[in-house]
């Protein structure tokens, strides 16, 4: 019989990072608020996890991110001015990110790693499993991969890790998980994690992307975890020992996403995600399609 597991209510994101592969953009705004066309990345991250169910969302901030603070907040002067104009659609907008979710805020004093940053959570999510998103990674809301992991932990238990298979040279990039086949064709059981394995030490070719469901225990394992590669808290080292040991904090399970991701957290990469996006967009796509060809054309004849 499938045993039933808390309901998972809480987000969090961490977004004290520098962005310093961004600068001197992000010298003074922060990475998260880079535009993806015409919303800051980070409001695709909430809003995914306010379409998972996820309304109760915490933000693990640091210096200099009071405009992530800002976004989510009411901004009483622009709501007005454009109340007078009568420019309802763009008001619309405006409320938009305000009215998302529940937001919460937390400083993470120092840079010491996403496990640390995870760790600032503790007292904010209790001992309620919660999901944990990370900013670099915009999944597609057509491939609802947060629900689907949820479904999982609740099944299982435990904590639930999002994964993808990436060419064998590029794992280097990633965590990557030693996984055991499940019932379930895109569910494995992970039977250990390392953190950025060179390719020839790599146990898969299975890389973490930035979804996590994870059990409350982890937090225990986060207060006893000692810095790791690059002198950080790994958050990986702390998967590690609840995939060693299940009566820690229940089993790590790993889903396997095939859908579309986009990756912001590289400069071409982000710049591929907007035009991915951009060429999606009812409202931009047809015209942006065609300027594209036309531009990909003149590019090849001149080459």
Known sequence: MTQSHPRISKAVIPAAGLGTRFLPATKATPKEMLPVVDKPAIQYVVEEAVSAGLEDV??????????????????????????????????AKVQESSDLATMHYVRQGDPR?????????????????????????????????LQRMIDVQEQHGGSVIALMEVAPEQIHLYGCAAVEATGDGDVVKITGLVEKPEPADAPSNYAIIGR???????FDILRKTEPGRGGEIQLTDALQQLAEDEKVGGPVHGVV??????DTGDRADYLRAIVRLACEREDLGPDFRTWLRSFVAEEMQER
């Open 212 to 218: 996590y469901v994870l059990d409350p225990h982890v």
């Open 113 to 145: 790693g996403l496990g640390h940053a995870v760790l600032c959570a503790a007292p904010h999510v209790g001992h309620e499993p919660f999901a944990v998103l990370l900013g670099d990674d915009l999944i597609d809301p057509r491939d609802p991969l």
């Open 58 to 91: 915490l933000m693990v901030t640091g210096r200099n991110k009071r405009p992530l603070e800002d976004h989510f907040d009411r901004n009483y002067e622009l709501e007005s001015a454009l109340g007078k104009k009568g420019d309802a659609e763009r008001l």
């Open 257 to 262: 996403f095939k859908g579309r991701r986009y």
